[in-house]
């Protein structure tokens, strides 16, 4: 019986090691490398690259109908990462899509929380009925928060 249970567990043992290998031989789907793709995206889900969301963009990236250097929160890094893992040339972030950072003008701030919560990186703090202020470190330039505000107290600046 103990014959029987090691010489499985041996052929068990043998096929995993050689579907390891082959694996790791083999060209990635298109699938997944759409969701490759898509993992490296900030997943703002903002449309400035012209699509409705993240994955849609990595689709079209991966099929070639979409330039890698349209995500202006992801930014340069974004599309380092993008040209590698489809082995393309880097780009510079698309002239028209400069980065910026979300300013809010405190004084006029009414402390609705409407910004807050569209936020999807939560680069914006502040209590409800006090001022928000934005954390440039933070905020992927989505601009997300500009239309939620009733006082219309949110511009964006270029990142220098």
Sequence with gaps: MWIAILTIAGIALVAGIALSIAHGRLPASEGNLVEQANDLLPQTQCAQCGYP???????????????????????????????????????PLAASLAPAVAVIDEPACIGCYHCRNACPVDAIVGAHQFMHTVIESECTGCELCIAPCPVDCITMRPVP
């Design 53 to 91: 969301g993240c994955r849609p963009y990595a689709a079209a990236v991966v099929d070639g109908s979409a330039a890698i250097n349209l995500c202006p929160p992801g930014g340069d890094n974004t599309v380092r990462r993008l040209a590698r893992l489809l082995g393309k040339d880097p780009l």
